[in-house]
């Protein structure tokens, strides 16, 4: 199948994704090479990534975990960069209600909910997400841990 993201939507639309706060982690801080196909169509537009106020307060909270902090500094960021980056690329709606699927890890629900609730990709290297591939397929959410993924 295409790579596109865009072949999964009708003509004209713009495909949704949401990504969890490892990804995220990965495009803002760690510049991680699987990540830049992602930030790519982040950045042209063609990718719009869908996220919630209780989204960007969890990464604000992991920015401050004691494991990244060091990260950070190391890139010479501040969590204030990483957020207005989270900010510039997600459009923020509404939490979703719970889907009819539920993660064995708590946090990665609203997750899960949000991309269920728009039809949206979901893009997240969290192992309780991961082995929930088939289910969400079925609610027509196609999970995985790059874009190339779950556009195949």
């Not at 009708?10 to 994704?17: V, Y």
Request: hydrophobic share 50%; proline share 7%; glycine share 2%.
């Amino acid at each position: 199948m295409d790579s596109d993201p865009n072949s999964f939507a009708p003509p004209g639309a713009k495909q949704q994704a949401v990504i969890d706060t490892n990804i995220t982690l990965d495009l803002f801080v760690f510049n991680d090479d699987a990540a830049t196909p992602l930030r790519k169509q982040l950045e042209s537009g063609h990718l719009i990534w869908l996220a919630t106020a209780p989204m960007r307060v969890e990464l604000a909270r992991v920015l401050t975990y004691p494991q990244i902090v060091p990260r950070l500094v190391f890139y010479k960021l501040a969590a204030e960069d990483v957020l207005a980056k989270f900010d510039q690329h997600t459009r923020i709606v509404n939490a979703a209600p719970k889907a009819p699927v539920t993660c064995a890890d708590p946090d990665d629900q609203i997750f899960i909910d949000l991309a269920v609730a728009h039809k949206a990709l979901l893009i997240s290297k969290d192992r309780a997400v991961l082995t929930m591939k088939k289910r969400l397929a079925a609610l027509h959410v196609s999970a995985g841990r790059t874009l190339a993924e779950v556009t195949a």
